[in-house]
T-cell receptor, first 113, second 114 residues
Framework: AQSVTQLGSHVSVSEGALVLLRCNYSSSVPPYLFWYVQYPNQGLQLLLKYTSAATLVKGINGFEAEFKKSETSFHLTKPSAHMSDAAEYFCALNSGGYQKVTFGTGTKLQVIP | DSGVTQTPKHLITATGQRVTLRCSPRSGDLSVYWYQQSLDQGLQFLIHYYNGEERAKGNILERFSAQQFPDLHSELNLSSLELGDSALYFC?????????????FGPGTRLTVL
């Protein structure tokens, strides 16, 4: 069975500070991993995805994530938080052939001015 | 704009009623997924259809059902509604050719059961 764990349902950072959102996964086969962002009253949109081509993945809006197999992690980072980054972030895992995607419980990011 | 459309945007109804939510996937996408998002349950996968056939079921109640039509649009039917069914319902679509395809989410339908 596959699973995704996001540590911290709420994270607060100061504007300009490093953003680190944690995601750990469990999968019996090589996984595909995704980070999605959800702004208030909107659907989810893809930030970035890992497809085994490179362990460091760059996404939109300055976000990046590093796949670490030894740690079964796919943490999301951004060097400098912006007020517009305030949103909920979901880590997702696909380790099935038929797009069976498992989402984490989400982390709400608050950016303090 | 993800290219996925959902109607209606908002729906207010009473307990015991039945509603239908509609989703049109992106052009060319064969897979449609339905999710329920609520404050207490988070984002829950309900069901996945691929080219008209049910592919996977998640935490979908027996009172809920879905189908995907030949033109690939999908409907989610919710019956005997309860207060706890109040939530945001999202539809997503993907190409689903066996690879790491991302899902494209619609704007959601906010259901309020009074």
């Amino acid at each position: 069975a596959q699973s995704v764990t996001q540590l911290g349902s709420h994270v607060s950072v100061s504007e300009g500070a490093l953003v680190l959102l944690r995601c750990n996964y469990s999968s019996s086969v090589p996984p595909y991993l995704f980070w999605y962002v959800q702004y208030p009253n909107q659907g989810l949109q893809l930030l970035l995805k890992y497809t085994s081509a490179a362990t460091l993945v760059k996404g939109i809006n300055g976000f990046e994530a590093e796949f670490k197999k030894s740690e079964t992690s796919f943490h999301l980072t951004k060097p400098s938080a912006h007020m517009s980054d305030a949103a909920e972030y979901f880590c997702a895992l696909n380790s099935g052939g038929y797009q069976k995607v498992t989402f984490g419980t989400g982390t709400k990011l608050q950016v303090i001015p | 704009d993800s290219g996925v459309t959902q109607t209606p945007k908002h729906l207010i109804t009473a307990t015991g009623q039945r509603v239908t939510l509609r989703c049109s996937p992106r052009s060319g996408d064969l897979s449609v997924y339905w999710y329920q998002q609520s404050l207490d349950q988070g984002l829950q996968f309900l069901i996945h259809y691929y080219n008209g056939e049910e592919r996977a079921k998640g935490n979908i109640l027996e009172r809920f059902s879905a189908q995907q039509f030949p033109d690939l649009h999908s409907e989610l039917n919710l019956s005997s509604l309860e207060l706890g069914d109040s939530a945001l319902y999202f539809c997503a679509s993907s190409v689903d050719k066996g690879g790491p395809d991302e899902q494209f989410f619609g704007p959601g339908t906010r259901l309020t059961v009074l």
